[in-house]
Nanobody, 128 residues
Framework: QLQASGGGLVQAGGSLRLSCAAS????????MAWFRQAPGKEREFVST????????DYLYSIKGRFTISRDNAKNTMYLQMNSLKPEDTAVYYC???????????????????????WGQGTQVTVSS
């Protein structure tokens, strides 16, 4: 089970840190990811991290502003979001895939279908 938290209302330029706590099983051997869904839009990939935390990937538009990380001792993944923009407003979801390393296929590792476990979303609202 995955539980996302940390969302909220923030002004443009502000920061938030999302957390995704896993329970019921150990996810240290799982690739984990963040997706987001803005109102009226399809859910999109944001970032992913390998089981060890040594490899990451990001949606191009958030590179340099967001940082994904994980603490396997706490069975928790994070998304540090800085320099937030109104277009970052969305419900953010965490997900996990039963693979220890990132797929070499960009299409696969950024696809919702690659991930078997999903948490409920946490709302992030960025005001202008």
């Amino acid at each position: 089970q995955l539980q996302a938290s940390g969302g909220g209302l923030v002004q443009a330029g502000g920061s938030l840190r999302l957390s995704c706590a896993a329970s019921g099983r150990t996810f240290s051997s799982h690739v984990m990811a963040w997706f987001r869904q803005a109102p009226g839009k399809e859910r999109e990939f944001v970032s992913t991290i390998s089981g060890s935390g040594s490899a990451t990937d990001y949606l191009y538009s958030i590179k340099g502003r967001f940082t994904i990380s994980r603490d396997n001792a706490k069975n928790t993944m994070y998304l540090q979001m800085n320099s937030l923009k109104p277009e970052d407003t969305a419900v953010y979801y965490c997900a996990a895939a039963p693979h220890p390393v990132l797929s070499p296929s960009l299409r696969r590792r950024t696809s919702e279908q690659y991930y078997d476990y999903w948490g409920q979303g946490t709302q992030v609202t960025v005001s202008s």
